[in-house]
Each structure stands twice: as C-alpha cells, then as structure tokens.
C-alpha cells in the first residue's frame, strides 16, 4: 500500500509564495514519475508539473517560470514551489506518483488546499 501525505497549503495574498510537498509512503517499485495536479471548484482536474525519477521537469504553460518542482528521492519527496501566485490558482492541489511499467500503478494524495485571495 502506498500513502501520498501533501503539506503545506493555505492563503495567500495574490503575488505571495508558497512551498508544497509531497511524501510518499510505503513499498513500491520505482516510479516513473510524480506530480502535483490542482483541481479548482467546478472544474476538471489538471496538470501543474511532473518530474521523472531521471530528473526531467514538466509544467503547464500557465506556471512556466513562476512554479519549480523538485524531488528528493532518497527521502521520497517531491516539492512544488510556487510564486507570484494568482487568485485563479485557488486550488486543491493533489500529488500524484506513478508507473507505467510492469507493475504499473498510480496513486494519489488526499490533496491540500491552496487558497489566493487578499
């Protein structure tokens, strides 16, 4: 059983920072990616940033150089830092972790909220 525990939501001002992250928990086989998604109230849940266990970085158009995803495997982490926020990336924001290959998987957190009003 694997367990995703986000950290590190709350309110903030429009322009202000914030610095998720991620633990993963649990046995499994090495994972091909993680990532954080973002879901806002009435709308369908979309991609923010991935990163592969190699390194390599994705980011919606919309966060490309205010947003960083990070990872520290050894301790099966991945943060997000976020800056010059936005009142539309009011959000629940969910970490995801998965693999494509055998054995595939995915899974994700029980998501934090992250709340950009002034």
């Known amino acids: 059983q694997v367990q995703l525990v986000e950290s590190g939501g709350g309110l903030v001002e429009p322009g202000g920072s914030l610095r998720l992250s991620c633990a993963a928990s649990?046995?499994?086989?090495?994972?091909?990616?993680m990532g954080w998604y973002r879901q806002a109230p009435g709308k369908q849940r979309e991609l923010v940033a991935t990163i592969t266990s190699y390194g390599s970085t994705n980011y919606a158009d919309s966060v490309k150089g205010r947003f960083t995803i990070s990872g520290d495997y050894a301790k099966r982490m991945v943060y997000l830092q976020m800056n010059s926020l936005k009142l539309e990336e009011t959000a629940v924001y969910y970490c995801?972790?998965?693999?494509?290959?055998?054995?595939?998987?995915?899974?994700w957190g029980q998501g934090t909220q992250v709340t950009v009003s002034s």
């Open positions: 649990g046995t499994i086989a090495r994972f091909d990616a």
């Open positions: 995801n972790i998965r693999r494509t290959g055998f054995p595939a998987y995915e899974y």
